[in-house]
Nanobody, 126 residues
Framework: QVQLVESGGGLVQAGGSLRLSCAAS??????????IGWFRQTPGKEREFVAA????????YYADSVKGRFTISRDNAKDTVYVQINSLKPEDTAVYYC?????????????????WGRGTQVTVSS
């Protein structure tokens, strides 16, 4: 059973930065075999696409709301995917999830992602 594990969340002031990490536990899993996405969710709202990393090319994709502030990357040696978050805003407050998709194309639809972590809380104070 594959389990993705997020870490790096916390409480920060607006304008601050965080780096979230996504690692895998369980049976053999390679990030290079999946597109990796980051999503976020706040109570009462649907899970929202944030960023994605394409497995083969390393192309990156971002929601308009985070473009220029979020950077997704993959460390092949550590088999870990990161999202660097700068210039944090109170509206970035959410639980952040990483997920893996086996689809041929990168999508922003959470239903296309088959493995999920349990999330890490990011809280931005104003």
């Amino acid at each position: 059973q594959v389990q993705l594990v997020e870490s790096g969340g916390g409480l920060v002031q607006a304008g601050g930065s965080l780096r979230l990490s996504c690692a895998a536990s369980g049976r053999s899993f390679s990030f290079s075999s999946y597109h990796i996405g980051w999503f976020r969710q706040t109570p009462g709202k649907e899970r929202e696409f944030v960023a994605a990393f394409r497995r083969s090319t390393g192309d990156t994709y971002y929601a308009d709301s985070v473009k220029g502030r979020f950077t997704i990357s993959r460390d092949n040696a550590k088999d870990t995917v990161y999202v660097q978050i700068n210039s944090l805003k109170p509206e970035d407050t959410a639980v952040y999830y990483c997920a893996a998709s086996p689809k041929s194309l990168v999508t922003r639809n959470p239903n296309d992602y088959v493995y999920w972590g349990r999330g890490t809380q990011v809280t931005v104070s104003s």
